[in-house]
Structure formats: C-alpha cells, structure tokens
C-alpha cells in the first residue's frame, strides 16, 4: 500500500473517530502530497513521499521556534502535535549517538578529512543513512561533522 492510501484510510478513520486536529494534519498531508505529485506529473515513489513529509517536518520545527519567540504556547503546541503525527509515516530517526557514530564511521573511511572537506562528507554522511533507510536531520549532521572535524 502506496503511502497516499494509508493517509487517505486514516483520513477515514480519523472521520469516524471525529478526531478533527488529526483529521486536518492528514488532509494537510494529503494535500502536500498531491501537489507534488501534480508537479511532478506522475505518482510519487516512497523516496518521494518521505521527502515531502520531511519537508513538512521541517516547516513545523521552524513554525514551532517562531510561535515560542513570540509568546504564543498553544500554537506551537498544536504544530508540535503535528510534527507527531507527520513523523509516524516516515522511517525511524537516527538518535544522536546513532548520528555520532554514522560521522565517525565515514570520516575514518576517508582518512582524516579535514574542514575543507566537509561538502563531501556530509554527502557521504546523508547517503549512509539514506541507505540503511534511517531519517536523519541535516542540520543535526552538519553539527555533529563540524564537532569532529574542529580540531580540539
């Protein structure tokens, strides 16, 4: 089952449990990802998918910040619980001791890289994860590389 049915059957589910903060984060879902399908002007694969939520996860976070800056509580609440739901969809996420040992891992591989490497390591970084199919966010890497990368 494609990712765009699940959300839809839960669309229905959240309809019958009258369950409405759910039920609009998974229209809004749906919504996102029909326009990027429209834009792409064919069906979206899984890759896709996850892309696309990720990038509704990255929106939440940043509406998140902004609504604690200016004092209002509820609003970031209800973003956070967003960010919630959107997230069951996607593949786990790495921890941060996972992040951390992801880095190490590829910057021993390379021989010792130094800061100025740092583009290509962190593709090598983000491809490593890709590829055991763990979500990781690239602000995070970024951090944990330059931590490893500055000289102590």
């Known amino acids: 089952?494609?990712?765009?049915?699940?959300?839809?059957?839960?669309?229905?589910?959240?309809?019958?449990?009258?369950?409405?903060?759910?039920?609009?984060?998974?229209?809004?879902?749906?919504?996102?990802?029909?326009?990027?399908?429209?834009?792409?002007?064919a069906p979206l694969d899984d890759k896709e998918s996850q892309q696309v939520l990720s990038t509704l996860i990255k929106q939440r976070k940043d509406s998140v910040e902004q609504f604690l800056?200016?004092?209002?509580?509820?609003?970031?609440?209800?973003?956070?619980?967003?960010i919630t739901l959107i997230e069951a969809y996607l593949p786990k996420a790495a921890t941060e001791e996972e992040m951390v040992a992801g880095v190490r891992a590829v910057l021993a591989e390379m021989n010792a890289p130094t800061i100025k490497d740092m583009g290509t390591v962190m593709k090598n970084v983000m491809a490593r994860f890709a590829g055991a199919g763990i979500r990781v966010d690239g602000k995070q890497v970024s951090e944990a590389v330059k931590r490893e990368l500055t000289p102590k």
């Not at 494609?2 to 229209?27: F, N, V």
């Open 69 to 82: 800056k200016g004092g209002r509580r509820e609003l970031a609440e209800k973003e956070a619980a967003e």
């Open 1 to 41: 089952m494609s990712m765009l049915e699940q959300i839809q059957r839960d669309i229905t589910g959240a309809m019958k449990a009258r369950d409405e903060q759910r039920l609009s984060t998974l229209r809004m879902v749906k919504t996102a990802l029909k326009n990027r399908e429209i834009e792409k002007m």
